[in-house]
C-alpha cells in the first residue's frame, strides 16, 4: 500500500496517542498520525502500512480490502449464522482493526486475534479501544501452529490476513491449511482470506484452487483491475460448507452494491466465477519450495 500524504490536521487528535517508532518482538512498529481523520492513526509494521484505527468509530475501516472482506462475511452472518453466538478467528492481527469492528456489529460475538508479536499485541491493548475479553482476545502465537490446535466445529468464522512483508507465509497459504482451518469451523462456518498477490495472479489462482478442493461454496472479492491483472493487490477468497451468494441472487446484489462503495469499487464474484479462474493452477502443498516469497515480495514493493 503507498504511503499516505501528510498534510495539517483540520481537527485536533483527543486520542492522546504519541507518534513514534516502537520496539517489538519482530522489529518495529510505528505509530502514524493519519492527518486526514481526526483520532485517526496508521500502525506500519517494519515499514508497511499493517492496519488503521479511528479511536472511537471501530466501524470505519480505512482499508478497502476490509470492507470487502467485511461485506461479504456480514452476508454470510445474516443467511447461515447466529450473530447472538458468531465465533471468529482472525489469524493476524495487526492493530486488531476488524476484530474492534465486528465486536461492534455483533456486540454478542467472540473474537480471538492470534498475533505473532507479544509486544505488538501489549502496546495494541494499551493504544487503541479495544473491547475487553472475551468479546476480543488477543491470543500470541504463530498462526499454523495456533490453527492446529482448534477443535473441531469451534468456529463459525475464520480470517486469514497474515502476512511477512508483502506476502502471506507458505505454510498458511497450502491445501493442509485450509483443511485444518475448515475441519476447525461449524457446519456453516466460513473462511476467508485476504491474498495478496501481483499481476500474474499466480498466487490468488493456487488458493483459490485449494478453497474450491475443500470447500463446495466459493466466492471472491475485488476490484476490477485487480481481477483483470493490471496491478498488485488484494483478493478476497472464501469458502464455505453452507451456499454463498450466487449470481442473480438478492443477497448478491445487495453485496455489489456494498462494494461498489468507497474510493475503490468493487466486483463480487460467486463460484462458478472461482472455480474457472482457478481451473488449470494447482493449491500449493506442504513440503514444496515452488514459491519463491523474497521475489514475490519484491515484485510487490515495486508494483508489478
Known amino acids: ?14 486520542s492522546g496517542l504519541v507518534e513514534g517508532k516502537y520496539e517489538i518482538s519482530t522489529g518495529t512498529a510505528e505509530l502514524i498520525s493519519d492527518d486526514y481523520t481526526p483520532d485517526g492513526w496508521v500502525l506500519e509494521i517494519n515499514g508497511m502500512e499493517s492496519s488503521h484505527v479511528v479511536i472511537g468509530r471501530p466501524r470505519e475501516l480505512d482499508f478497502e480490502y476490509m470492507r470487502w472482506l467485511a461485506a461479504v462475511v456480514e452476508a454470510h452472518v445474516e443467511v447461515s449464522l447466529d450473530p447472538a453466538k458468531l465465533r ?15 465486536a461492534d456489529v455483533y456486540p454478542q460475538s467472540r ?7 507479544s509486544k505488538l ?4 491493548r494499551e493504544w487503541f479501544d479495544l473491547p475487553k ?9 504463530e498462526a499454523r501452529a495456533v490453527t492446529e490446535t482448534f477443535a473441531p466445529a469451534s468456529r463459525d468464522v475464520i480470517i486469514r490476513d497474515v502476512f511477512a512483508g508483502y506476502v502471506t ?4 497459504t497450502t491445501l493442509e491449511f485450509t483443511q485444518i482451518a ?29 478453497i474450491a478442493q475443500v470447500f463446495p461454496h466459493t466466492a471472491a472479492a475485488a476490484d476490477a483491475a485487480m481481477f483483470k491483472g493490471r496491478r498488485r493487490g488484494n483478493v478476497i477468497l472464501a469458502g464455505s460448507f453452507a451456499p454463498l451468494p450466487m449470481a442473480g441472487e438478492d443477497a448478491t446484489a445487495q453485496i455489489t452494491k456494498r462494494l461498489l462503495g468507497g474510493g475503490v469499487p468493487a466486483q463480487y464474484k460467486d463460484d462458478a466465477w472461482v472455480r474457472d479462474f482457478a481451473r488449470g493452477s494447482s493449491p500449493r502443498r506442504d513440503g514444496e519450495d515452488s514459491v519463491d516469497l523474497a521475489a514475490l515480495d519484491q515484485a510487490l ?4
Request: glycine residues 10%; charged residues 25%; proline residues 6%.
Open 1 to 14: 500500500m503507498a504511503k499516505r500524504r501528510r498534510k495539517p490536521k483540520a481537527q485536533p487528535d483527543h
Open 133 to 141: 475479553a472475551p468479546t476480543v482476545k488477543i491470543r500470541v502465537g
Open 121 to 124: 499485541a501489549d502496546y495494541v
Open 111 to 117: 473474537n480471538t486475534v492470534v498475533e505473532l508479536d
Open 301 to 304: 514493493r515495486q508494483g508489478q
Open 169 to 172: 507465509p507458505t505454510p498458511l
Open 88 to 102: 471468529i478467528t482472525h489469524l493476524g492481527g495487526g492493530a486488531c482493526s476488524l476484530a474492534r469492528y465486528f
Open 182 to 210: 475448515a475441519e476447525s469451523l461449524s457446519e456453516k462456518g466460513l473462511y476467508i482470506i485476504n491474498c495478496g498477490d501481483n499481476r500474474d495472479l499466480a498466487g490468488a489462482r493456487a488458493e483459490a484452487a485449494a
